[in-house]
């Protein structure tokens, strides 16, 4: 008896498999398809370095011949192993069933890019049709956000009214005619447009106003506004960047518009701001949206400030931007104590560009390039004399090829002079990961650890070549969120006593409607435009905010705007997608404080159960404002009304989070009493857990609250004891009610400042 060693066997079994794939040759390139490949990491065998060589060995397995057209073999697109382990790669359906067999194989299922949402973030922020908040609040049908901003694009199908009811009768609004708009131009969805310039006139008569309607001539009002509650568009995309269906976060909500904001050479005046919110407040909205705050203003200067506290009476929500001063320290503008400050964060998508080298090696970069999708098989051109890529005349030494870059802190430069040039385009190599905007040039951006590979490739290849594809989406992108490093922080100027920002959004790289009249970019002499456009700021993640506040009033319309921040605050996460603590871009990738990121990244599902909540009422604001040492007339300009009263004045706002500020004259010890509100079933019982701040003590009494009933009210305080351990550095904890069942968690940051 012939006796076959297991080795032996598996190697025949290996032949045999190419010798099937032989006999399907001829239909191997028709079918060819991309999937998705997950893989056990935890087989690798010890031989190979690491995970993408493993890869490439086990797809190398799987050519049917050397023979084989180059199109029809195995074609690695990315290596994964931060989403998940695994890769996505162009396969036969022989291929794939063969690769099923292969060590360590866990699952494969088709590329499903083409399916995905635009704007993405509603399904990074959990939102979907099956349980939780979006159904809860039906969408959020019938609420009215009011979006205070420059204008927007009525024609857009962003704002078209399919699948709307009828208008809610408590509406009052109505849509104001203006140049190139007319009243027919709302409808169930966009139900009021007004605009707002006497307050620009009045300052620079004679001046001529652009659009001198609610139409949108610059973009930022049809994208915010588009952000809050857009309604479903098929088949969005800027350039075929986030490909899909997009929609607003609360799709059923209506918008009605309020132009204050008016071109940079015309003005933006708080008068008109005022005027926009004032009427917004008359007309009946149920949340007002506005990306715009004004810096070094105290309360009682400050239009937001003061309008919002009349929309705060009339159980208004107010969310508002922190603004885009970041990353420094008390940046921050709307820390305003009756309003939602919302921060901005990056999200789990990357757009990339994606080299092949001639020797096969993938490398996955970024890239923003809007022009043609390929540039197949150039040169590839490393010579360090080109490297600074500042130099037209320099890089004649390449023309028609890929050049290759090291970034030299000016990189929009770089590009430039590339697109200047007759270089095919560049790859760039740069650790700067906050390169934002548009490419003008065919350029990829790749970091200094996957750039040795390639730079190995090009110093020892006769002629080596390469090949990059754009236009690609990559979802799953991890470490997600992180805070943007644009993003304001606080402590506020205008009141540094209450912790700002509150929580914060989706703001870097949202895809929203935009203006189809307006130049996005410039592909040589070509002026590009698009209906949708991607951008980044604390303006695109206030009305995501906005949004989730919509749909918490339709699911709880009994709730007051501070029940509804505070349920928003309470229960947004502190950790990214990586299950740690989220880091900060703008301070080297470090755990991000409160003063960058508030609560953490809003979780709309938890948000509508969140256990307690910190509720707040007109009296409790007034006697903060009585506090501050303002004046009569100070306080009036605010509250509007004598009605209040200051005879209790009180700094400890009833607020879901703390900030214990300690200077060298006060008392090293300061206590907060809370109050907070059963919004839960029935009975429960919430336990206190206590995370202590670099040198400093904590202490909560009682640290255990017991609830008969729902709406039932219960006390506490925390006292915090600082200590010289600290040495005047900030520090952050947090304390959390944790209820019996431990189905409700809710989280309040606590800073040491």
């Known amino acids: 008896m012939m006796i076959v060693s297991r080795t032996t066997l598996s190697y025949c079994m290996i032949l045999f498999s190419w010798l099937l794939l032989i006999l399907h040759f001829g239909s191997t390139s028709a079918d060819r398809s991309t999937y998705i490949v997950h893989m056990d990491n935890s087989v690798m065998p010890k031989s ?107 024609e857009s199908e962003s704002f078209k009214d399919d699948g709307m009811t009828e208008i809610p009768a408590t509406w009052k609004g109505v849509c104001e005619l203006g140049e190139e708009f007319n009243s027919s131009m709302c409808n169930r969805k966009l139900i009021g447009a007004r605009y707002f310039n006497k307050g620009v006139i ?11 309607s609610a139409r949108d001539v610059e973009g930022h009002g049809t994208h915010t506004s588009s952000t809050a509650a857009g309604n479903y568009v098929q088949n969005a995309s800027f350039f075929g960047y986030a490909n899909g269906t997009a929609r607003g976060v609360a799709p059923a909500a209506r918008v009605a518009m309020y132009k204050v904001l008016w071109e940079d050479g015309e003005g933006r005046y708080a008068s008109d701001v005022l005027a926009g919110m004032d009427q917004a407040i008359a007309d009946g909205v149920d949340v007002i949206s506005i990306s715009m705050g004004f810096d070094e203003v105290p309360l009682y200067e400050d239009p937001i400030a003061i309008a919002s506290f009349a929309a705060m009476e009339k159980g208004v929500v107010v969310s508002s931007s922190a603004g885009n001063e970041g990353p420094y320290l008390s940046s921050l503008h709307n820390g305003i104590p009756w309003v939602l ?80 040039s007759e270089v095919a385009g560049a790859i760039f190599i740069t650790n700067n990961s906050q390169l934002r905007g548009t490419f003008s040039c065919p350029g990829v951006f790749i970091d200094q650890t996957v750039a040795t590979e390639m730079i190995h490739y090009a110093k020892a290849t006769p002629k080596p070549s390469v090949t990059i594809t754009f236009k690609r989406t990559i979802l799953g992108t991890k470490p997600a969120p992180a805070v943007a490093a644009y993003t304001s922080r606080g402590p506020s100027p205008s009141y540094p006593g209450i912790l700002k920002p509150d929580l914060m959004a989706p703001g870097s790289s949202v895809l929203a409607a935009w203006i189809p009249n307006g130049v996005i970019a410039q592909i040589g002499s070509s002026n590009l435009y698009s209906n ?162 670099y040198g400093v003590g904590l202490i ?20 915090v004891q600082d200590s010289t351990e600290r040495k005047g550095e900030t520090s952050s904890g947090s304390l959390v009610w944790v209820d019996d069942g431990k189905k409700h968690t809710v989280r309040s940051p606590i800073v040491i400042f």
């Open 700 to 719: 909560i009494i009682p640290d255990t609250l017991v609830f008969r009933e729902k709406y039932e009210k219960q006390s506490f305080v925390l006292s």
């Open 202 to 212: 009045a300052a620079n008569p004679g001046v001529n106003i652009t659009m001198n």
């Open 532 to 693: 949708y456009n991607i951008i980044s700021g604390t303006s695109m993640a206030c009305p995501h905010a906005s949004g989730v506040a919509a749909l918490l009033k339709g699911a709880h319309p009994d709730w007051s705007p501070a029940a509804i921040r505070s349920a928003m605050m309470t229960t947004a996460n502190p950790l990214d997608n990586t299950k740690n603590p989220i880091q900060d871009l703008g301070e080297d990738l470090k755990d991000a404080s409160p003063l960058a990121m508030g609560s953490g990244q809003v979780d709309p599902n938890k948000a509508l159960d969140p256990g307690l909540v910190y509720d707040v009422g007109t009296q409790d604001y007034v006697s903060l404002l009585c506090s501050l040492n303002y004046t009569r007339e100070q306080i009036l300009t605010i509250t509007r009304s004598s009605a209040y009263n200051c005879s209790n004045p009180s700094s400890d706002l009833n607020y879901p989070s703390f900030i214990a500020l300690f200077g060298s004259s006060s008392s090293n010890v300061k206590e907060f009493r809370r109050t907070v509100t059963n919004v839960g079933d029935g009975p429960s019982t919430y336990k206190a857990m206590l995370a202590q701040p």
């Open 341 to 420: 400050t919302v921060a901005a964060s990056t999200i789990d998508r990357q757009f990339a560009g994606i080299l092949t080298l001639g020797n096969g090696i993938t490398i996955v970069g970024r890239s923003f390039f809007l022009g043609s999708a390929e540039l197949m098989e150039k040169v590839l051109v490393y010579d360090e004399a080109l490297m600074a890529c500042n130099s037209s005349s320099l890089l004649s030494k390449a023309n028609n090829s890929v050049v290759i870059c090291q970034d030299d802190g000016d990189s929009y430069n770089q590009i430039e002079v590339i697109s200047n």
């Open 48 to 154: 190979f370095s690491n995970h993408h060589n493993w890869y490439l060995a086990i797809l190398d397995s799987l050519k049917v011949t050397a023979l084989t057209a180059a199109d029809a073999v195995p074609k690695l697109l990315y290596t994964y192993d931060n989403a998940f382990n695994g890769f996505s790669v162009v396969l036969s359906p022989d291929e794939l069933r063969t690769l099923t067999n292969s060590p360590g194989f866990v699952s494969a299922y088709a590329d499903k890019t083409a399916t995905l949402d635009t704007t993405h973030t509603f399904e990074f922020l959990s939102l979907n049709p099956v349980n939780g908040l979006w159904p809860a609040s039906n969408y959020g049908k019938d609420v009215i956000v009011g979006v205070i901003d420059s204008g927007l694009w009525p």
